[in-house]
């Protein structure tokens, strides 16, 4: 199971804490130097997809020059983003690597990131208050 725990600090802000004691500070949209949680949750998104993008085409003989990204998405109501959109930034070394990078992206994208298949099949959050 994955959890983490998230909490108000003494400053006022929160934080949330994995197992392995990693922090990441979030905050308001006016908050200097943290996150929001609509920023944690593009970031999960990305996160998700290019941690498992690159090792799977380095492994099909494929080095990238260069991979990053841009996950983006508006609000469309208040509470609701409207669509994700995860857009590549890459420098590929050849036109096969280009091929092998773009079936791979795919993939991922539409079966092995849990974040983004949770996401597009609308995974319950329930609610516990002791």
């Given amino acids: ?69 841009t996950v983006a998405a508006d609000k469309v109501e208040p509470n609701r983003l409207g669509p994700v959109t995860i857009t590549y930034d890459v420098e590929l070394p050849s036109e096969e690597a280009d091929e092998v990078f773009r079936a791979v992206a795919a993939r991922v994208h539409e079966k092995y990131c849990t974040v983004s298949t949770s996401l597009s099949e609308g995974t319950e959050v329930r609610l516990d208050i002791p």
């Fill in 1 to 69: 199971m994955a959890n983490v725990r998230v909490e108000r600090t003494d400053d006022g802000g929160f934080r949330a804490t994995n197992a392995r004691g990693a922090e990441v500070r979030m905050g308001g949209g006016a908050d200097e130097g943290v996150f929001t949680p609509v920023e944690l949750l593009l970031a999960a998104v990305g996160g998700c997809n290019i941690v498992t993008v690159e090792p799977l085409t380095a492994k099909r003989g494929h080095q990238l020059v260069r991979l990053a990204m």
